[in-house]
């Protein structure tokens, strides 16, 4: 054994006797010698005077708008945003080619082993799931294109990947 490690393992010990020594040997430490009651007290003078000062105050009308706003119940948390989700259509209209082509955008291919995934209209897909829009799933994945199915329909639509160089 080297003499830096000797020296290491003296301060390890020194450290975990000290530890030792602290959590089961030193005495807990002292509370506050404040009194409760009168840190309390003294609290509750302070907001009295507070409240006082104000009624003193001559405010004008925006003000005690804003405190009778602020002090009356709130129907609902200001800070809570609720997003409502978008209502989707249950299935695409096959209407024509142009028109399918135009609503689903491949940009992206990852092969992992025997996993294929394809990035449409910016999410993520595996061969047999179905489309977002509802009524469409992915029959087969390559590298450069998509082939999309309808449910009941016989028409496939071949969806090429979309390269954009930045």
Do not use: H
């Not at 409760?36 to 003294?42: M, S």
């Not at 291919?109 to 999410?123: Q, S």
């Not at 799931?129 to 016989?154: D, N, P, Q, Y």
Request: glycine share 8%; net charge negative.
């Amino acid at each position: 054994m080297s003499k830096q490690e000797k020296v290491i393992l003296v301060i390890v010990f020194f450290v975990a006797v000290f530890g030792i020594y602290e959590v089961f040997l030193s005495s807990p430490s002292k509370t506050s010698s404040v009194d409760n009651g009168a840190e309390l007290k003294g609290l509750n003078n302070l907001i009295a005077e507070v409240i006082q000062g104000v009624a003193r105050e001559n405010l004008s009308e925006s003000e005690t708008y804003i405190i009778t706003k602020a002090e009356a119940e709130w129907s609902s948390d200001p800070f809570l945003e609720i997003i409502k989700p978008e209502k989707r259509p249950k299935a695409p209209k096959w209407a024509d080619s142009s028109t399918q082509k135009a609503s689903f955008t491949y940009t992206g291919y990852v092969e992992l082993g025997d996993t294929k995934i394809a990035i449409i209209n910016g999410r993520e897909y595996k061969t047999g799931e179905e489309l977002e829009l509802g009524g469409c799933f992915i029959e087969r994945i390559e590298a450069s294109k998509v082939v999309v199915r309808g449910t009941g329909k016989k028409e496939t639509i071949i969806v090429p990947i979309v390269e954009e160089v930045l």
